[in-house]
């Protein structure tokens, strides 16, 4: 077989993807308020980007607890599945393949975030030492957090599958797991965050069972081939530490293979939170975990990606996939521009979180425009 390029179709659990170029997750705190509804806003930036092999959606609480930053649109209230139809039937007419990320923040918040004011709630009472947007220029720093009674643990899966079964009423392609960058399953991962002394907590096995019991909520619901989970074992935003990242990780990518998911979706250790770093390490990068990675799961790689380091992963199959985020807020094009070498439009930071349509959905395309707007 010809070796595949950035531009190849991919087959990606029940998905075919016309291309290997993936928009990545991405944080924009536009939601519609109050009750943090996507709207026909949301709908316009999702659809200009619907060239894009496969849009995951920005990160999206799968319930009221799980909120940490203001503006961010949920999924877990019908209203919010209706106005995520609105950008789902957008992407579809455009021709696009959209997931839904299923995300839970965990410590990662403040009371004023809370439902009724309460603290947030994680794997045990250990603050993160981070600061949580609670509205738009306001910043607070996120409390000590109440620790998860035990018999609350079967509610929390609970609320994974709700989240999945409205997104399938919301008419997506599939979902995400988000347990990445530092949010609460990355906090049961962690050996520091979680301190926990029930079966949650302790062992290795313990502290990937939360997420084991997510990932079989989420397939039962959509099958194996519509799932995939968003991992960062290099991550330390959010607080996180672990005294033995590749173990951990490894044991995670060997425990997920029964699920037979779409993907595992791996950030690379070059990026913490959303900057590049000058030094990482390079033991945990995504193509270590591959060889653990069974049957027809593919791996996409993400983490500040150029076009050149794009084509080079996918061309020695390092990963099926490359995710690209930063380039897909400021390039709307980012498929047509990187098939054609074409300039990119530089992004602008300070219009990344919150806001209306500037910075949003007025970055412009090549022209002639493609026929996606
Ligand atoms: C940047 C700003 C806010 C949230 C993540 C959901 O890192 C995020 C996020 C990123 O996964």
Redesign the pocket.
Known sequence: MKTPTLFTPLQLGALTLSNRIVMA?L?RMRAGMPGNIPTALNATYYRQRATAGLIVTE?TPISATGHG?FHTPGIHTPAQAEGWKLVTDAVHQAGGKIFLQL?HVGRQSHNDLQPGGALPVAPSAIASGGQSPVAPGIFKTQPVPRALETTEIPTLVDDYRHAAALAQIAGFDGVEI?A??G?LLEQFLSDHANVRTDRYGGSLANRARLLLEVTAAVTAVWSGERVGIRLSPANT?GGIQHKDRLGTYRHVVNELNPFKLAYLHLVEPRVA??SDLDTFDDTLSSHHFRELISGDTRLISAGGHSRASGVQTVESGQADAVAYGRQFIANPDLVARLATDAPLNSYDRTSF?GGAGQGYIDYPFLSPQPSVT
Request: charged share 0%; hydrophobic share 30%; glycine share 8%.
């Open positions: 997750p944080t990160a930053y995300w988000h990445a960058n949010y935003f939170g959303n979180y």
